[in-house]
Protein backbone atom coordinates (compact mmCIF):
# COMPACT_ATOMS: atom_id res chain seq x y z
CA UNK A 1 0.00 0.00 0.00
CA UNK A 2 3.05 2.27 0.76
CA UNK A 3 4.64 1.65 -2.49
CA UNK A 4 1.11 1.90 -4.05
CA UNK A 5 0.52 5.73 -2.32
CA UNK A 6 3.77 7.03 -3.36
CA UNK A 7 3.08 5.64 -7.02
CA UNK A 8 -0.31 7.93 -6.83
CA UNK A 9 1.64 11.02 -5.70
CA UNK A 10 4.57 10.12 -8.32
CA UNK A 11 1.94 10.42 -11.69
CA UNK A 12 -0.39 13.39 -9.61
CA UNK A 13 2.95 15.15 -9.81
CA UNK A 14 4.88 13.81 -13.00
CA UNK A 15 1.68 13.52 -15.88
CA UNK A 16 0.32 16.89 -14.90
CA UNK A 17 1.89 20.18 -15.39
CA UNK A 18 -0.14 23.02 -13.90
CA UNK A 19 1.29 26.84 -14.17
CA UNK A 20 2.21 27.58 -10.98
CA UNK A 21 3.51 25.59 -7.57
CA UNK A 22 -0.01 26.41 -5.74
CA UNK A 23 -1.32 24.88 -8.63
CA UNK A 24 0.62 21.89 -9.09
CA UNK A 25 -0.01 21.10 -5.48
CA UNK A 26 -3.74 21.37 -5.62
CA UNK A 27 -4.03 19.67 -8.73
CA UNK A 28 -1.65 16.94 -7.14
CA UNK A 29 -3.89 16.42 -4.58
CA UNK A 30 -7.17 16.14 -6.67
CA UNK A 31 -5.58 13.68 -9.12
CA UNK A 32 -4.36 11.54 -6.08
CA UNK A 33 -7.54 11.72 -4.73
CA UNK A 34 -9.22 10.39 -7.85
CA UNK A 35 -7.01 7.50 -8.23
CA UNK A 36 -6.60 6.74 -4.59
CA UNK A 37 -10.64 6.75 -4.30
CA UNK A 38 -11.82 6.12 -7.45
CA UNK A 39 -10.98 2.46 -8.38
CA UNK A 40 -11.60 -1.05 -6.18
CA UNK A 41 -9.32 -3.69 -6.26
CA UNK A 42 -10.02 -7.57 -7.23
CA UNK A 43 -6.33 -9.10 -6.61
CA UNK A 44 -5.18 -12.73 -7.69
CA UNK A 45 -8.25 -14.11 -9.96
CA UNK A 46 -7.79 -17.27 -11.39
CA UNK A 47 -8.00 -16.81 -14.99
CA UNK A 48 -6.45 -20.27 -16.12
CA UNK A 49 -5.17 -23.41 -14.87
CA UNK A 50 -2.13 -24.90 -17.15
CA UNK A 51 0.39 -26.83 -16.92
CA UNK A 52 -0.79 -27.76 -13.50
CA UNK A 53 -0.35 -24.21 -12.20
CA UNK A 54 -3.34 -21.59 -11.30
CA UNK A 55 -2.60 -18.60 -13.83
CA UNK A 56 -3.88 -14.92 -11.98
CA UNK A 57 -4.75 -11.49 -12.68
CA UNK A 58 -5.81 -8.29 -10.99
CA UNK A 59 -8.72 -6.39 -12.04
CA UNK A 60 -8.87 -2.68 -11.15
CA UNK A 61 -12.37 -1.22 -11.76
CA UNK A 62 -12.94 2.77 -11.89
CA UNK A 63 -16.06 3.40 -9.36
CA UNK A 64 -16.91 5.86 -11.59
CA UNK A 65 -17.64 4.50 -15.05
CA UNK A 66 -21.23 4.84 -15.61
CA UNK A 67 -21.40 1.54 -18.28
CA UNK A 68 -18.57 -0.40 -20.54
CA UNK A 69 -15.25 1.82 -20.10
CA UNK A 70 -12.02 1.30 -21.63
CA UNK A 71 -9.73 -1.23 -20.20
CA UNK A 72 -6.02 -1.43 -20.90
CA UNK A 73 -4.40 -4.86 -20.23
CA UNK A 74 -1.22 -4.92 -18.98
CA UNK A 75 1.58 -7.65 -19.43
CA UNK A 76 4.86 -7.31 -17.38
CA UNK A 77 7.95 -7.85 -18.79
CA UNK A 78 11.55 -10.21 -17.42
CA UNK A 79 12.53 -11.93 -21.02
CA UNK A 80 10.41 -15.00 -20.05
CA UNK A 81 12.26 -15.52 -17.20
CA UNK A 82 11.57 -13.70 -14.70
CA UNK A 83 9.30 -10.96 -13.48
CA UNK A 84 5.90 -10.65 -11.74
CA UNK A 85 2.62 -8.69 -12.00
CA UNK A 86 2.92 -6.78 -8.59
CA UNK A 87 5.95 -5.34 -9.90
CA UNK A 88 4.31 -3.36 -12.38
CA UNK A 89 1.54 -2.31 -10.63
CA UNK A 90 3.20 1.33 -10.54
CA UNK A 91 3.59 1.28 -14.54
CA UNK A 92 -0.17 1.45 -15.32
CA UNK A 93 -0.73 4.55 -13.09
CA UNK A 94 -1.29 6.51 -15.85
CA UNK A 95 -4.18 4.63 -16.77
CA UNK A 96 -5.83 5.01 -13.94
CA UNK A 97 -5.32 8.37 -13.69
CA UNK A 98 -7.28 8.78 -16.79
CA UNK A 99 -9.87 6.90 -15.72
CA UNK A 100 -9.20 3.52 -17.40
CA UNK A 101 -9.74 0.08 -16.05
CA UNK A 102 -6.93 -2.22 -15.90
CA UNK A 103 -6.27 -5.77 -15.58
CA UNK A 104 -2.96 -6.82 -14.75
CA UNK A 105 -1.92 -10.17 -15.97
CA UNK A 106 1.15 -12.74 -14.90
CA UNK A 107 1.91 -15.80 -17.27
CA UNK A 108 3.92 -19.20 -16.98
CA UNK A 109 8.03 -18.63 -17.05
CA UNK A 110 10.13 -20.22 -19.05
CA UNK A 111 11.21 -22.40 -15.99
CA UNK A 112 7.57 -23.14 -15.92
CA UNK A 113 7.14 -24.00 -19.08
CA UNK A 114 8.45 -22.98 -22.96
CA UNK A 115 6.71 -21.43 -25.84
CA UNK A 116 4.82 -20.74 -27.07
CA UNK A 117 2.92 -21.10 -23.61
CA UNK A 118 3.47 -17.61 -22.60
CA UNK A 119 1.61 -16.52 -25.50
CA UNK A 120 -1.37 -19.12 -25.19
CA UNK A 121 -1.44 -17.72 -21.42
CA UNK A 122 -1.96 -14.37 -22.53
CA UNK A 123 -4.83 -15.15 -25.27
CA UNK A 124 -6.56 -16.94 -22.42
CA UNK A 125 -6.37 -13.78 -20.38
CA UNK A 126 -8.04 -11.32 -23.24
CA UNK A 127 -10.55 -14.34 -23.48
CA UNK A 128 -11.14 -14.33 -19.65
CA UNK A 129 -11.76 -10.13 -20.06
CA UNK A 130 -14.37 -10.85 -22.44
CA UNK A 131 -16.34 -13.37 -20.64
CA UNK A 132 -15.94 -11.13 -17.40
CA UNK A 133 -16.34 -7.66 -19.41
CA UNK A 134 -19.78 -7.44 -17.82
CA UNK A 135 -19.10 -8.13 -14.35
CA UNK A 136 -16.25 -5.51 -14.21
CA UNK A 137 -17.71 -2.99 -16.99
CA UNK A 138 -15.18 -3.58 -19.50
CA UNK A 139 -15.88 -1.92 -23.31
CA UNK A 140 -14.85 -5.08 -25.38
CA UNK A 141 -14.25 -2.95 -28.25
CA UNK A 142 -12.34 -0.55 -26.25
CA UNK A 143 -9.47 -2.85 -25.01
CA UNK A 144 -5.87 -1.51 -25.04
CA UNK A 145 -3.04 -3.98 -24.64
CA UNK A 146 0.39 -2.96 -23.51
CA UNK A 147 3.28 -4.14 -21.82
CA UNK A 148 7.26 -3.67 -21.85
CA UNK A 149 9.90 -6.06 -23.17
CA UNK A 150 8.68 -9.48 -23.62
CA UNK A 151 5.23 -8.10 -22.16
CA UNK A 152 5.46 -5.75 -25.18
CA UNK A 153 6.04 -9.19 -27.15
CA UNK A 154 3.25 -10.45 -25.46
CA UNK A 155 0.72 -7.47 -26.30
CA UNK A 156 2.10 -7.24 -30.00
CA UNK A 157 1.23 -11.35 -30.06
CA UNK A 158 -2.21 -11.28 -27.91
CA UNK A 159 -3.39 -8.36 -30.48
CA UNK A 160 -2.01 -9.89 -33.63
CA UNK A 161 -2.03 -13.53 -33.88
CA UNK A 162 -4.85 -15.22 -35.98
CA UNK A 163 -7.43 -17.69 -34.64
CA UNK A 164 -5.81 -20.53 -36.93
CA UNK A 165 -2.48 -19.92 -35.06
CA UNK A 166 -4.36 -22.54 -32.49
CA UNK A 167 -2.52 -20.19 -29.71
CA UNK A 168 -6.28 -19.96 -27.89
CA UNK A 169 -7.56 -23.59 -28.05
CA UNK A 170 -7.12 -24.27 -24.00
CA UNK A 171 -8.65 -21.20 -23.45
CA UNK A 172 -12.02 -21.46 -21.85
CA UNK A 173 -14.78 -20.00 -24.14
CA UNK A 174 -17.31 -22.40 -24.92
CA UNK A 175 -16.18 -24.82 -21.77
CA UNK A 176 -18.00 -23.27 -18.88
CA UNK A 177 -15.62 -25.30 -16.34
CA UNK A 178 -16.29 -25.02 -12.89
CA UNK A 179 -13.03 -23.15 -12.00
CA UNK A 180 -13.73 -20.76 -14.80
CA UNK A 181 -15.81 -17.36 -14.23
CA UNK A 182 -17.60 -15.39 -16.81
CA UNK A 183 -19.91 -16.20 -19.19
CA UNK A 184 -19.97 -18.29 -22.56
CA UNK A 185 -17.84 -16.47 -25.17
CA UNK A 186 -16.60 -17.90 -28.57
CA UNK A 187 -16.17 -14.11 -30.23
CA UNK A 188 -13.21 -13.60 -32.09
CA UNK A 189 -10.66 -11.89 -29.70
CA UNK A 190 -9.58 -8.41 -31.12
CA UNK A 191 -7.84 -5.26 -29.28
CA UNK A 192 -8.86 -1.57 -30.27
CA UNK A 193 -5.10 -0.65 -30.31
CA UNK A 194 -1.11 -2.19 -29.01
CA UNK A 195 0.90 0.24 -26.84
CA UNK A 196 4.51 -1.65 -27.79
CA UNK A 197 7.47 -1.28 -25.19
CA UNK A 198 10.60 -2.07 -26.65
CA UNK A 199 8.92 -5.63 -27.32
CA UNK A 200 10.41 -8.11 -29.29
CA UNK A 201 9.30 -8.52 -33.01
CA UNK A 202 11.29 -11.34 -34.66
CA UNK A 203 12.35 -13.91 -32.16
CA UNK A 204 13.44 -15.73 -34.93
CA UNK A 205 16.01 -12.82 -35.56
CA UNK A 206 16.22 -12.96 -31.24
CA UNK A 207 17.36 -16.91 -31.24
CA UNK A 208 19.42 -16.33 -34.49
CA UNK A 209 21.27 -13.28 -33.02
CA UNK A 210 24.29 -12.57 -30.77
CA UNK A 211 22.97 -12.66 -27.30
CA UNK A 212 21.93 -9.01 -25.66
CA UNK A 213 23.66 -7.89 -22.11
CA UNK A 214 21.03 -9.38 -20.63
CA UNK A 215 21.94 -12.90 -21.45
CA UNK A 216 20.44 -15.24 -23.76
CA UNK A 217 16.50 -15.50 -22.42
CA UNK A 218 15.07 -16.52 -26.01
CA UNK A 219 17.27 -19.64 -25.88
CA UNK A 220 15.61 -20.18 -22.22
CA UNK A 221 12.34 -19.34 -23.27
CA UNK A 222 12.53 -21.73 -26.45
CA UNK A 223 14.58 -24.61 -24.78
CA UNK A 224 16.18 -27.40 -26.90
CA UNK A 225 12.95 -28.54 -28.67
CA UNK A 226 13.80 -29.52 -32.10
CA UNK A 227 11.00 -27.59 -33.76
CA UNK A 228 12.31 -24.76 -32.25
CA UNK A 229 12.86 -22.60 -35.25
CA UNK A 230 8.85 -23.34 -35.58
CA UNK A 231 8.16 -21.88 -31.98
CA UNK A 232 9.89 -19.34 -33.12
CA UNK A 233 8.17 -17.96 -36.27
CA UNK A 234 5.21 -19.20 -34.99
CA UNK A 235 5.37 -16.45 -31.80
CA UNK A 236 6.86 -13.76 -33.96
CA UNK A 237 5.02 -10.87 -34.35
CA UNK A 238 6.30 -10.10 -37.42
CA UNK A 239 4.37 -13.42 -39.05
CA UNK A 240 1.21 -11.97 -38.03
CA UNK A 241 1.67 -8.67 -39.98
CA UNK A 242 -1.58 -8.48 -42.47
CA UNK A 243 -4.45 -5.53 -42.94
CA UNK A 244 -6.80 -4.90 -40.59
CA UNK A 245 -4.96 -5.46 -37.52
CA UNK A 246 -5.39 -2.69 -34.59
CA UNK A 247 -3.58 0.66 -34.18
CA UNK A 248 0.05 -0.08 -33.20
CA UNK A 249 2.31 2.21 -31.14
CA UNK A 250 5.99 1.51 -30.58
CA UNK A 251 8.42 2.94 -28.18
CA UNK A 252 12.34 2.34 -28.64
CA UNK A 253 15.63 3.30 -27.57
CA UNK A 254 18.00 3.35 -30.15
CA UNK A 255 20.31 2.16 -28.10
CA UNK A 256 18.95 -0.56 -26.51
CA UNK A 257 21.70 -3.24 -25.78
CA UNK A 258 18.88 -6.15 -24.59
CA UNK A 259 16.01 -5.64 -27.58
CA UNK A 260 17.72 -4.22 -30.94
CA UNK A 261 16.07 -1.42 -31.63
CA UNK A 262 15.85 -2.73 -35.14
CA UNK A 263 12.59 -4.82 -34.18
CA UNK A 264 10.70 -1.97 -33.42
CA UNK A 265 11.82 -0.26 -36.33
CA UNK A 266 11.18 -3.88 -39.04
CA UNK A 267 8.12 -3.63 -37.41
CA UNK A 268 6.73 0.15 -37.72
CA UNK A 269 8.27 -0.40 -42.02
CA UNK A 270 5.96 -3.90 -42.19
CA UNK A 271 3.06 -2.38 -40.56
CA UNK A 272 3.00 0.71 -42.66
CA UNK A 273 3.56 -1.91 -46.09
CA UNK A 274 0.38 -3.45 -44.44
CA UNK A 275 -1.31 -0.30 -44.30
CA UNK A 276 -1.63 -1.08 -40.34
CA UNK A 277 -1.96 2.25 -38.50
CA UNK A 278 0.90 2.76 -36.41
CA UNK A 279 3.81 4.90 -34.90
CA UNK A 280 7.29 4.50 -33.76
CA UNK A 281 8.14 6.97 -30.98
CA UNK A 282 12.26 6.91 -31.01
CA UNK A 283 14.10 7.61 -28.03
CA UNK A 284 17.26 9.33 -28.82
CA UNK A 285 20.42 7.64 -26.35
CA UNK A 286 17.69 5.67 -24.68
CA UNK A 287 18.51 2.02 -23.85
CA UNK A 288 15.74 -0.51 -22.59
CA UNK A 289 13.83 1.54 -20.50
CA UNK A 290 14.87 3.71 -17.82
CA UNK A 291 14.21 6.65 -19.41
CA UNK A 292 14.47 10.15 -18.31
CA UNK A 293 11.40 12.44 -16.68
CA UNK A 294 11.27 14.38 -20.11
CA UNK A 295 11.33 10.90 -22.33
CA UNK A 296 8.44 9.75 -20.29
CA UNK A 297 6.28 13.02 -20.34
CA UNK A 298 7.12 13.14 -23.86
CA UNK A 299 6.01 9.35 -24.29
CA UNK A 300 2.69 9.68 -22.70
CA UNK A 301 1.68 12.49 -24.35
CA UNK A 302 2.20 10.62 -27.45
CA UNK A 303 0.14 7.64 -26.24
CA UNK A 304 -2.27 10.01 -25.38
CA UNK A 305 -2.45 11.13 -28.50
CA UNK A 306 -2.16 7.72 -30.47
CA UNK A 307 -5.12 6.80 -27.91
CA UNK A 308 -7.29 10.26 -28.71
CA UNK A 309 -6.71 9.70 -32.33
CA UNK A 310 -8.09 6.35 -32.51
CA UNK A 311 -10.89 7.23 -30.88
CA UNK A 312 -9.79 5.95 -27.31
CA UNK A 313 -9.37 8.69 -24.93
Not at 25 to 54: C, I, K, Q, S
Not at 208 to 216: D, I, K, M, R
Request: glycine share 10%; charged share 20%; with cysteine.
Amino acid sequence: MRQLTLGLALVAATLVIPSSATGQANDATTRFVEVATGYRLVPNVVYLRAGGHELLLDVYQSRTADGPAPTVMYIHGGGWTNGNKEASALTFLPYLEMGWNVVNVEYRMADTAHAPAAVEDCRCALRWIYRNAERFNVDVNRIVVTGNSAGGHLSLTTGMVTADAGLDRQCPGDRNRTWSTGTTSMADLQVAAIINWYGIADVVGLMEGPPGTSGNFTEAWLGSRSDRADVARRVSPLTYVRNGLPPVLSIHGDADSIVPYDHSVRLHEALERAGVPNELVTIEGGGHGGFSREDNLRIYGSIRDFLAQHGLH
